[in-house]
């Protein structure tokens, strides 16, 4: 090994790194080549004229960067020259940490949807969200405006939320028939997030939840990942089967059961008054806890359905969610979850640990909604305008999918399941129709069996879209 060269005492880079740099150099550029022999440290420091310990810390870094190894007795020899050495320590293996999270990834379709969702192109029809025209953008400026010189702190909030909104919330609740003063509502960031802190908070794992067959918790794995099992229940038209709920609970050691009683993603049902008691009631008996998802529930379009399962709850077993998100914006993140003080402290201390409450200009911006009536006179708006949406959209399945189709007539919310009459295969349809610019939720996403299913939204598409987008879908099932 010929060592003809020296470091420059006179330069800013530490004498050190100027000889990692130059053997780095050589045994890149293949000069000294895997195996070769590296002059012991007292010929190294005399032929670089430097100090023996400048030597020894250049060879300590070689040694960490993989590149050299020193055996006693044996001499330090280069072991490695590849590429991805020269540059830095190898880098960890992130795939390896990838898969080993324990949160389960979303369902490739899901993945797939949400990707293509911000693609223009894409006629959604099955996107359960409010169309971008009927989101209140201007009474939001409005109440932005208006609200500029009375903002508050924006610090943290208490870990129940906003006293503001919480009393806002109180007031709109008890409309509705639900008693809740502050001290029992939780202001989360969007009602999933109220699942995952109940998964977090107050279950074991292992823990199996019951639900309706099928239910837009299917699309996530917000239990799973809390090392809990979800078990589907059989619906009709009137709700989940309240009297199936005794031996789901004792066959699969059931310890809560999740409901959408108004207006159920993705069946579009809401459960009648009689199923509401006798859910109640089975429920009562057998010690089962409900969470009642009311996201929805502000969404009646034809007259108002009957009340929530928690305005009957007289013992504390509902925890009740709902949310801005499908009224107002999701953007803002908003939603509450109802109940025991117990409870709802428990998940407020998990609240605080995960993300110190949610945003506190959206929980300003939330209570002005309420305070100010905008609310009720927007939800006014927007019950005309998703009536009109939803009568195209039955207009245009009756003029197009009659020969090919089954569906329901929702009386709210966002959603029509469609039973396709001719065998589909589920992943073949959600493809030919994205080659075709629409974007499908096929109803496999909220139960594996539905494969015949598709969720239809007239909630997001413009009404225009929503009568091409159904037409064309039909074309394609029809030409199979
Ligand atoms: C039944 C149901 N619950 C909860 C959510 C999530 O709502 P948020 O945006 O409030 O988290 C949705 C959204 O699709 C939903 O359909």
């Known amino acids: 090994m010929m060592l003809n060269w020296k470091p420059d005492k006179h330069s800013s880079i530490p004498l050190h790194k100027q000889i990692v740099d130059y053997m780095k150099e050589k045994i890149m550029m293949g000069e000294w080549t895997v195996g070769s022999k590296i002059p012991t440290q007292r010929k190294l ?59 389960p990834p979303n369902l490739p379709t899901i993945q797939e949807i949400n990707r293509a969702e911000f693609d223009p192109a894409f006629i959604r029809l099955g996107t359960g969200e409010l169309s971008p025209e009927l989101i209140p953008v201007a009474f939001m400026g409005q109440i932005i405006g208006q609200s500029y010189n009375r903002l508050p702190q924006l610090g943290y909030e208490e870990p129940k939320g906003s006293i503001r909104l919480r009393e806002q919330l109180s007031s709109y609740l008890r409309a509705k028939g639900i008693y809740a003063s502050p001290s029992s509502i939780l202001i989360v960031s969007g009602a999933l997030q109220a699942l995952q802190l109940i998964s977090l908070g107050i279950l074991h794992k292992g823990s199996t939840i019951l639900l309706e067959k099928p239910s837009y918790l299917n699309s996530l794995h917000v239990f799973q990942s809390a090392g809990m099992n979800l078990e589907g229940v059989p619906m009709d038209e009137d709700g989940i089967k309240a009297s199936l709920i005794p031996h789901y609970k004792k066959s699969h050691a059931g310890a809560l059961l999740y409901t959408i009683p108004s207006f159920h993603n993705p069946t579009g049902a809401v459960m009648s008054l009689e199923r509401r008691m006798q859910l109640l009631e089975v429920c009562r008996n057998e010690q089962l806890p409900i969470i009642e998802d009311d996201v929805y529930g502000d969404l009646w379009l034809d007259e108002k359905g009957p009340e929530p399962l928690k305005a009957f709850d007289q013992s504390g077993s509902v925890l ?16 509450w979850v109802v109940g025991p003080e117990a409870v709802i402290s428990r998940l407020a201390d998990i609240k605080m640990q995960t993300d110190y409450g949610s945003s506190s ?32 959209a039955l207009q245009t399945l009756n003029r197009h999918f009659s020969e090919i189709a089954e569906w329901n007539e929702p009386k709210g919310g966002f959603y029509i399941w469609l039973r396709i009459l001719p065998k589909i295969n589920t992943r073949e349809l959600f493809k030919k129709a994205m080659e075709h610019g629409i974007l499908l939720n096929p109803g496999n996403v909220y139960d594996v069996h539905a494969s015949q299913f598709l969720r239809i939204s007239y909630s997001y598409a413009s009404a225009s879209d929503l009568e091409k987008g159904l037409q064309l879908l039909s074309t394609i099932i029809k030409k199979r």
């Not at 870094?61 to 190894?69: F, R, S, T, V, Y």
């Not at 009740?320 to 939603?335: E, N």
């Open 45 to 103: 420091a005399a032929a670089f004229n430097v100090n023996r310990s400048t030597v020894v810390t250049a060879l300590e870094e070689l040694k960490a960067e993989g590149l050299i190894e020193g055996r006693s007795g044996g001499g330090t020899k280069v072991i490695n020259n590849t590429w991805s050495l020269m540059t830095l320590a190898p880098p960890p293996n992130w795939n390896a940490y990838v898969e080993a999270g324990i949160h």
């Open 320 to 335: 009740y969610l709902g949310s801005l998100s499908k009224t107002v914006s999701p953007g803002l993140r908003i939603g």
């Open 361 to 392: 200009l959206s929980q300003w911006v939330a209570a002005e909604w309420f305070s100010t009536g905008l609310y009720e006179e927007h939800l006014t708006q927007v019950r005309e305008q998703l009536k009109e949406r939803r009568q195209i």
